[in-house]
Nanobody
Framework: QVQLVESGGGLVQAGGSLRLSCAAS??????AAWFRQAPGKERELLAI????????SYADFVKGRFTISRDNAKNTVYLEMNRLEPEDTAVYYC??????????????????WGQGTQVTVSS
């Protein structure tokens, strides 16, 4: 079992930045991901990072603005978000893969979730 706790959300003006953190406990994180869900919309996959950070991937709509990273010594994954837009308003979740894996882009493998952190971007 993996327990995930997100933090770092808040209210920011358009064009601003936030850094989200996801602290894991229970076992070492392997492949990890960030998702978000806005009211009335489906959950979107934003970014994935491999176990050692050597491989990352991003949804097209966040490329160049968001950066996923990790610190394995702290068992923590981060999401740096820049040039935020009102459309980025959502609850942001980190997720961990079902079993130890170097990297997976199969969203069905992400079965451990945090409670989410709210990000609100004002215009």
């Amino acid at each position: 079992q993996v327990q995930l706790v997100e933090s770092g959300g808040g209210l920011v003006q358009a064009g601003g930045s936030l850094r989200l953190s996801c602290a894991a406990s229970g076992r070492t994180l392997s492949s990890a991901a960030w998702f978000r869900q806005a009211p009335g919309k489906e959950r979107e996959l934003l970014a994935i990072i491999s176990w050692n950070g050597g491989s990352t991937s991003y949804a097209d709509f966040v490329k160049g603005r968001f950066t996923i990273s990790r610190d394995n010594a702290k068992n923590t994954v981060y999401l740096e978000m820049n040039r935020l837009e009102p459309e980025d308003t959502a609850v942001y979740y980190c997720a961990a893969a079902r079993r130890w894996t170097y990297y997976t882009d199969n969203r069905n493998e992400y079965v451990y979730w945090g409670q989410g952190t709210q990000v609100t971007v004002s215009s």
